[in-house]
């Protein structure tokens, strides 16, 4: 098997990490929505700065991390998203199928099957999905094409 290059597996982290970004940013608007300070006050006998010592600064200190996260998040998916719908449908279908939903190869395959009756084999789909990775590296300019 051949080595994919850079591009290409800089490519298929980001679209494998976004299951994981939508669940991120889900639990940080929850995290975001319910805080509140704490009612008890913070003491420390530490001589050395470690932050703000009452409990609304260090919310205020963490609430700006998550929102923060938060926006960074919801930034990524929003690129993902808005790329991968630029792409033609079985492309689109591949990539929704393989890295947005996480499926494996062999399911993906059956589906395509299903919908376009081409996918003779599995060296089609291959070529097909490392297409389609080529085709988003372009449009996020990974690759020049």
Known sequence: MATKPPWYISIVKR???YQYLTNRAKVLRLEIEFAGPKTTAAYSLAPAYSGPGDSVGQLAEQMVDKETELRQAEQEIRLIDTVVGLLDERDRMIIDLKYLQGNKDAYVILQLRKKYGGVRSRDTYYRWKDDAVAELAKMLG????
């Open 15 to 17: 679209l494998s990490n």
């Open 142 to 145: 990974k690759l020049k094409g």
